[in-house]
C-alpha cells in the first residue's frame, strides 16, 4: 500500500505568530487519518514549528535547501541546519523555485542527492506550463524532468522519493488539472518509473497532485486511482480549509 500524503506548502506566507495559531487550530481539528499530513513553514519558523508538534502526528518539511554540505552560500541553509532541528523531509524543484530563482533539473539533481545521501525524504516537484500543454509536449516535459534530475538515483532511494505532479498553469490559479487529466499525467508518470525501476518502485512511490486544490474539488482529484494525495498551497492557510481537504483523502 503507497503512503498517502496531504502536504501544505505556506510558501513565504505566515509571521511566527501566525504559523503557531495555525498549528494550534490544525492541531484541535485535524481529523483522524491513516494518511500522512505534512506542513512546510517557512525556514525561520521551522524550528518552531517542530518544537510546536512535538508530541503531533503532524510532520514538518522545509520548503527547500542547498546541496552543499556548508560553506559561503549566503542566504542559503543546510541539510544538517534542517536534521539538527529535527526536519527530514524537504521539498524539491517547486515550480517557484525553477521559474523565480533559475533551478534547473541538474541543480536539482544534486540537492536530491544531498538529501538521500542525509538520508532524508524528498518531496520533488515537476510539471509543465502551459505553452507544453498546448503544444501537446507535456508528457515529454514531465518525462524529461524526472529523468533528468531523479533516474540516475538507485532503486532503495526511491523508498525516500515523494513526488508531486504540479502543472504551472494550475498553481495559484483557480484552474485545477481536471480529475482525469491529473490521472492520466500520474498514470503516465508511474508507467514511466516501471519501465526504469519496475513494478514494485512504480507502485509503492507516493504521487502527489498540487495545483488550486481546494476543499470543493480534493475529494474528486484524490479518488483518481494513481492520485495519492495532495501539495497545498493557498488552502493549506486556513485550517478550515486545510482540515476539509485531509478529510477528502
Ligand atoms: O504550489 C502549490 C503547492 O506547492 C499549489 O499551490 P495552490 O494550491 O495555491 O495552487
Redesign the pocket.
Known amino acids: 500500500m503507497r503512503t498517502k500524503i496531504v502536504a501544505g506548502?505556506w510558501?513565504m506566507n505566515k509571521t511566527l505568530k501566525e504559523t503557531e495559531a495555525l498549528l494550534t487550530e490544525l492541531s484541535a481539528k485535524r481529523p483522524d487519518t491513516d494518511a500522512e499530513v505534512i506542513v512546510a513553514p517557512t525556514f525561520v519558523n521551522l524550528d518552531a514549528a517542530t518544537r510546536h508538534l512535538e508530541s503531533s502526528v503532524i510532520q514538518v518539511a522545509a520548503q527547500n535547501m542547498h546541496h552543499a554540505e556548508n560553506g559561503a552560500y549566503t542566504g542559503e541553509i543546510s541539510a544538517d541546519m534542517l536534521l539538527d532541528i529535527g526536519v527530514d523531509t524537504v521539498?524539491l524543484g517547486?515550480?517557484?523555485r525553477r521559474a523565480l530563482f533559475g533551478e534547473t533539473d541538474d541543480f536539482l539533481a544534486k540537492k536530491v542527492d544531498t538529501a538521500m545521501a542525509k538520508n532524508m525524504r524528498a518531496i520533488f516537484?515537476f510539471g509543465e506550463e502551459l505553452q507544453d500543454r498546448r503544444a501537446g509536449n507535456h508528457f515529454k516535459v514531465v518525462e524529461a524532468q524526472l529523468k533528468n534530475a531523479l533516474f540516475h538515483l538507485g532503486a532503495d532511494a526511491w523508498q525516500r522519493i515523494v513526488l508531486?505532479y504540479?502543472p504551472v498553469w494550475?498553481?495559484?490559479?483557480g484552474e485545477t488539472a481536471s480529475p482525469e487529466q491529473a490521472q492520466e499525467m500520474h498514470a503516465f508518470i508511474r508507467k514511466t518509473i516501471n519501465e526504469k525501476y519496475g513494478a514494485s518502485v512504480a507502485q509503492n512511490v507516493t504521487i502527489l497532485y498540487?495545483?488550486?486544490?481546494k476543499p470543493n474539488n480534493a475529494k474528486e482529484i484524490f479518488s483518481k486511482p494513481d492520485v495519492d494525495g495532495g501539495?497545498?498551497?493557498?488552502?493549506?492557510l486556513k485550517a478550515d480549509d486545510f482540515v476539509e481537504i485531509i478529510k477528502a483523502i
Open positions: 506548502n510558501k521539498i517547486h515550480s517557484e516537484c508531486a504540479e494550475a498553481i495559484g490559479t498540487g495545483g488550486s486544490v501539495l497545498i498551497g493557498g488552502a493549506s
